[in-house]
C-alpha cells in the first residue's frame, strides 16, 4: 500500500515536472525566441532553443531542490508573491481595462517582479546564496514589517500603478483588441441568458 501510494506521489510530481518544462521551453524558443527577438528562425533552431532553456530550467530547478530557500510553505509562498507581482495583474488588466496595451502590461510586469525580486534577494541572499543578504530577515528589518514570503501583494500594486500609468502615457491598444476584450468581459448571448 504505501509502495502505491508513493507511486501515485511519484507519478504526480513527474507529470507536473513534464508540464511545466514544456510550458518553459515553449514560452523561451516560441513566444520570446520566435515571436519576438527573431521571427524568422527555423524549426530546428526553435527546436535546439527550447532544448537549452529546459536544460537551464533543469539546472536552476536541481540547484534549488539541492539547496532550498527555505521550508516547502516559504517556497510556496515566494513562488506565488511572484506570479502575485507578476502575471496576475497583467490577467485582470487584460479582461477588465480596455485601454491596457501591451507596453502598459510589460513595464507593470518588469517592475512588479523586479521589485518583489529585489525585496527578497535583499533578505535572503542574491539568488538565495547564503552569505550574499543585505540585511537581517527580520521584521525589525522589513519595509513595514512586510516579510519577503508576502511582498509579492506589494509588487502587484506597483506592477498595477506602472501598467496604468504607462498604458495612459502611450498609444491606445487598436479598436479590434478593445471590442475582444469587451466581448470576454460580456459574452454574444449573455444579455438573453440574464433576461436583459
Not at 527550447?50 to 536552476?60: F, L, N, Q, Y
Request: proline share 5%; no cysteine.
Amino acid at each position: 500500500m504505501i509502495a502505491l501510494v508513493a507511486a501515485g506521489g511519484l507519478a504526480a510530481a513527474l507529470s507536473t515536472a513534464a508540464g511545466l518544462l514544456l510550458a518553459i521551453a515553449s514560452a523561451i524558443s516560441h513566444d520570446l525566441l520566435k515571436g519576438i527577438f527573431n521571427p524568422q528562425i527555423t524549426e530546428k533552431g526553435e527546436l535546439l532553443a527550447a532544448r537549452i532553456s529546459m536544460a537551464g530550467a533543469i539546472a536552476v530547478a536541481g540547484y534549488f531542490g539541492l539547496h532550498p530557500p527555505g521550508f516547502a510553505a516559504q517556497v510556496v509562498a515566494l513562488a506565488f508573491g511572484l506570479a502575485a507581482s507578476s502575471i496576475f495583474p497583467a490577467l485582470m488588466m487584460g479582461i477588465f481595462n480596455k485601454r491596457m496595451n501591451n507596453t502598459g502590461a510589460v513595464v507593470g510586469m518588469l517592475v512588479g517582479i523586479t521589485s518583489t525580486l529585489v525585496y527578497i534577494f535583499w533578505f535572503k541572499g542574491w539568488f538565495f546564496i547564503p552569505g550574499t543578504a543585505m540585511a537581517a530577515n527580520t521584521p525589525d528589518n522589513w519595509f513595514l514589517g512586510i516579510s519577503p514570503e508576502a511582498f509579492g501583494a506589494v509588487g502587484a500594486i506597483l506592477n498595477f500603478v506602472s501598467a496604468v500609468v504607462v498604458s495612459k502615457v502611450t498609444q491606445a491598444p487598436p479598436e479590434h483588441i478593445q471590442h475582444m476584450v469587451e466581448d470576454i468581459r460580456t459574452p454574444r448571448g449573455a444579455g438573453g441568458a440574464t433576461g436583459h
